[in-house]
Structure formats: structure tokens, C-alpha cells
């Protein structure tokens, strides 16, 4: 399938779902989503998934695991302690290729391309800082170990040529230490609003520092996995709208993946996008059905290629 052929493919995906659905019978199993912390929008997401899944398969029986977000979940489906998770493009491309922080290739599959992430750098509003530079050693939390917004912040300190005093903190623990002057900004990758970010800008107002500068350097070392995307007006009020870099959330699975399990899970993503938007996000950067199959640089696993081809059809 091209880049081509989504519009073709994926036009009337809704309407042949649910024309689909009769007769249909889901796998009889359990299925676990890897999904991310508490507080963020990945655990949001699956936890949604999760829900419509048990609605429209009953015979699955979906849960949604709290996890350190991307590079973990990538290592729970590998080990096979997961059966689906929501991964980072950039973290899948690292793990396909065997680069850090994975010490060897793994073998992965998606089932969709749910939503756009957008990389968030919080500073408190009232201290002046405007730009990276302004953060030259000083206290950074850049993401908890085993996320994706640690691969992507040392790559972008990196391209900034910015050396931080690196702190690797969970979301809750960073904007704590936010908001007690114990660190000068927290590096966040996730949907707008993150309901734990606007909390905190509810008692300490925040800015988000433009990042789009660097896009051109991380996509010459790293590839296209990068974009500039424009926070929404109002995703934090008081905050502005910067532009900042965007990268693509997928939903992947082990290739042995038993495919009637992709079958049921596309047949909700293509059937059921629109009670699948955790009821916080605003804009779009949730499960466009125009670009459901754009999972590059990850293959669509067997069951699910299928599955969309059958829906088109």
C-alpha cells in the first residue's frame, strides 16, 4: 500500500466497517495495551481503546498498562509481556535498526497511526527563559527513563548544541519539581492539553519554549520521523501557540501476532474513531482515518493490511 492510494483506500473505511460487522467474530483472548504514565494522553488513549474494544469484541478481553511510555513498550512487546503498545515513529525507527538505546534490531508491526504527539519544553512563565540557550546548565527533567521524550530530548539539546544538567523524572515528579524551582523546565511528549500540564498551569502559569529551529538537523541525522506541527490556540490558556515538533504515535504489535487480533483491532480504529478521543484533547491530532495506514517507518502487520484492504473492498 503507497502513499498514493490512502485516500482511496481509506474514503469509505467507516461505512465498510460497520457493513462488516455482521457475522464478524473477535478472537476469544485477552489482550494487554502498553500504554504510558499517569496523567498523560498515551494511557488516555488506551485506556479509550481498551473500552471500545471490550464494547465491540467481547470475546477480547482488552486492558491498558500503565508503563514509562515508548522505549518500554516497545520492550514489552518484543519480551512478549504485551501484546499491542503505543510507540514514538522515532523510538520504533531506532528499535528496527537496533540503535540505542535497543542493543539489538526488533521486529515490529503496526495496526495504525493513532494520533500526533507534540513535544512540549514547560518552563514557568514569569522566569525569562525564551529559547533553548537560555537553558545552558541548568536542571532539566528530559523525560522518564524509557520514554520517547528522553531519545527525542537528547537529540534535541544535541542539535541545539545546549548541554542541560539532565534529570530523568516521571511526568508527576517533574512538574512537582516545576513548580518547587527544583528544576528550570520539564521536557513532555504527548497530546494538548496533557491534563496533568494544565493542572499545573492552573497555580503555575507556563510557557512552552519554540522548538521548530532544530527540526532541520534532527531530520538530516534522523529522517523524516520529524515535523513541525503549531500548538492549538487555547491548549493552555495563557500559554500561546508555538510551533514545535511533531512526531507521529503509532500502535504496534510482535509479527507473530496471531492476525485476527490486528483484524479486530483495526475494524475498531477504522469503525469507531470518533468515540476513540480522550474527552481532554482539542485540535485533530487524533486518529485522522486519512492517514490510519501512513505507519512508516513500521509494516502494517499481515492481519491488519488485510483487514483495511477488506474494509476498502
Known sequence: ????????????????????????????????????????????????????????????????????????????????????????????????????????????????????????????AGDGVADLRALADRPVSVGAGGSGAAQLGERVFAAAGVTVQARHLPLAEAIAALAAHRIDALLWSGGLPTPALAELNRTTPLALLPLASVIPRLRAEHGPVYEQVQVPAGAYPGVGAPATIGVANLLVCAPGLPPDVPAAVVRVLAGRAANLVPAQAVGTQFLDVRTLIGTQPVPLHAGAADTYRALHG
Open 1 to 124: 500500500m503507497t502513499v498514493t492510494r490512502r485516500t482511496a483506500l481509506l474514503g469509505g473505511l467507516a461505512l465498510a466497517a460497520a457493513g462488516c460487522a455482521p457475522g464478524y467474530r473477535g478472537p476469544d483472548r485477552s489482550v494487554t495495551i502498553a500504554a504510558g504514565e499517569q496523567g498523560g494522553f498515551y494511557l488516555a488513549f488506551a485506556e479509550v481503546l481498551a473500552a471500545e474494544l471490550n464494547r465491540a469484541e467481547p470475546r477480547l478481553h482488552c486492558a491498558a498498562v500503565p508503563t514509562e511510555a515508548s522505549v518500554a513498550n516497545v520492550e514489552r512487546v518484543r519480551d512478549g509481556r504485551a501484546d499491542l503498545g503505543l510507540v514514538l515513529a522515532d523510538v520504533a525507527q531506532s528499535a528496527l535498526a537496533g540503535e540505542p538505546p535497543f542493543p539489538a534490531p526488533v521486529q515490529l508491526r503496526a495496526l495504525g497511526r493513532v494520533y500526533e504527539n507534540y513535544l512540549q519544553l514547560v518552563v514557568r
